[in-house]
């Protein structure tokens, strides 16, 4: 196992990295709408939380030698259901068919007050 990490991405917030190489697959910590350089929460609505969380998932996948076109499986963990279908328009401008297995579901809350968080796992391709 091999860790993953990249400045291009915020820094994980516990004993965890944000991501892993192993047996050819990334596996990607969630991430979320946080900026790499000031650590700061970004955006004002949620698809501004999205576009970043994206960003920051493509950061992570990149430095594995991976990409937003290698993801086979995602999970979305939302804190407002009824934002779903702004976090799908946003999630899909990154990600191109056959998109990839995915998983939705609704929390209660996440580790920073946040609307959204995405973990992938994707294909190694470098």
Same mark, same amino acid.
Not at 21 to 33: K, L, R
Not at 45 to 56: A, K, S
Not at 74 to 102: C, G, H, K
């Given at each position: 196992?091999?860790?993953?990490?990249?400045?291009?991405?915020? &820094?994980? /917030?516990? &004993?965890?990295?944000?991501?892993?190489?192993?047996?050819?697959?990334?596996?990607?910590?969630?991430?979320?709408?946080?900026?790499?350089?000031?650590?700061? /929460?970004?955006?004002?609505? /949620?698809?501004?939380?999205?576009?970043?969380?994206?960003?920051?998932?493509? $950061?992570?996948?990149?430095?594995?030698?991976?990409?937003?076109?290698?993801? %086979?499986? $995602?999970?979305?963990?939302?804190?407002?259901?009824?934002?779903?279908?702004?976090?799908?328009?946003?999630?899909?401008?990154?990600?191109?068919?056959?998109?990839?297995?995915?998983?939705?579901?609704?929390?209660?809350?996440? &580790?920073?007050?946040?609307?959204?968080?995405?973990? %992938?796992?994707?294909?190694?391709?470098?």
């Amino acid at each position: 196992m091999e860790e993953v990490s990249t400045d291009e991405a915020p &820094p994980s /917030i516990g &004993p965890f990295s944000q991501g892993v190489i192993d047996d050819g697959q990334v596996f990607v910590s969630g991430q979320g709408p946080i900026d790499p350089d000031s650590g700061e /929460i970004v955006g004002d609505d /949620i698809r501004e939380e999205t576009h970043q969380t994206m960003q920051n998932v493509g $950061a992570v996948l990149e430095a594995a030698g991976s990409s937003l076109d290698d993801v %086979v499986k $995602a999970q979305v963990f939302v804190r407002d259901m009824d934002n779903y279908d702004e976090i799908n328009d946003v999630y899909a401008e990154y990600l191109s068919e056959p998109y990839p297995a995915r998983s939705a579901m609704q929390v209660e809350r996440l &580790p920073v007050e946040i609307g959204v968080e995405i973990e %992938v796992i994707g294909r190694v391709t470098e």
